[in-house]
């Protein structure tokens, strides 16, 4: 499996303002998601963040709201653009890993509350 | 368009009991299943997982078993055990990105198991 990290755990945010969210991974990983799990919902994934390139976004999302960086293969940011009381959800990074079974692993999610 | 739907969304089970979590999907290009557990404020945990060419898989307390043709897998817990309340999402993931990547969730089933 993979240690990972996301900072910060939670925050509180006045609308129109944005927020940066890093996650770190203890392994270099070539596959990186970003999720978002809004209340009550389900995890809805907004994008894949693909390192030296601009990331993959799924469909209902797009770069000047979320965009995601991806130095290394240990590390990506995901940015919440111009925030609304909407944006209010946990977000959550992945990895993908092979290690006789493919599989995703999960960060401990950043609770965004927006004002 | 609920592509995975887990139409149970709480479910009790007396302690030392099976637990029997279900799960339906519509996409047949779906190949890959997976199940996380998660508890509050904490990211999903990896559980188990499935591939189409298995109808069971096996882990411990856990089995996963899938039913290609009713579009329908089942994660079992025998026995359940207090430990074992938390939420409960299965995830799929396409063929054609050949990896555990772009999972689709479930809506999740919260599972309490009673003394």
């Given at each position: 499996?993979a240690?990972i990290?996301q ?9 129109g ?7 770190q991974?203890?392994?270099q990983?070539?596959?990186m ?13 907004i ?10 976004y799924?469909?209902g999302?797009v ?6 960086s ?9 940015t919440?653009s ?24 999960f ?5 965004l509350l927006?004002? | 368009?609920?592509?995975?739907k ?5 479910l009790?089970?007396q302690?030392?009991?099976?637990s029997?979590?279900n799960?339906?999907?519509t ?5 890959y299943f ?8 904490e990211?999903?945990t990896f559980l188990?997982?499935i591939?189409s ?15 290609k043709s009713?579009?329908h897998?089942?994660l079992?817990?025998v026995?359940?055990q207090p ?9 799929a993931s396409p063929?054609y990105?050949?990896t555990?990547s772009?999972l689709?969730?479930?809506?999740g ?7």
């Amino acid at each position: 499996s993979a240690v990972i990290s996301q900072k910060p755990s939670r925050d509180i945010c006045q609308r129109g303002t944005s927020l940066t969210i890093q996650c770190q991974v203890d392994s270099q990983v070539t596959m990186m998601f970003w999720y978002r799990q809004q209340p009550g919902q389900s995890l809805t994934l907004i994008a894949t963040a693909n390192q030296g390139s601009e990331a993959t976004y799924e469909s209902g999302f797009v770069i000047d709201k979320f965009p995601i960086s991806r130095p290394n293969l240990t590390f990506s940011t995901l940015t919440v653009s111009n925030m609304s009381p909407e944006d209010s959800s946990i977000y959550l990074c992945s990895v993908a890993l092979t290690s006789g079974q493919e599989t995703q692993y999960f960060g401990p999610g950043t609770r965004l509350l927006v004002l | 368009d609920q592509q995975v739907k887990q139409n149970s969304p709480s479910l009790s089970v007396q302690e030392g009991r099976i637990s029997i979590l279900n799960c339906d999907y519509t996409n047949s290009m779906f190949d890959y299943f997976l199940w996380y557990k998660k508890y509050p404020a904490e990211g999903p945990t990896f559980l188990i997982s499935i591939s189409s060419i298995k109808d069971k898989n096996e882990d411990g307390r856990f089995t996963v078993f899938l039913n290609k043709s009713a579009k329908h897998l089942s994660l079992h817990i025998v026995p359940s055990q207090p430990g074992d309340s938390a939420v409960y999402f299965c995830a799929a993931s396409p063929l054609y990105t050949g990896t555990a990547s772009k999972l689709t969730f479930g809506t999740g089933t919260r599972l309490q198991v009673t003394l």
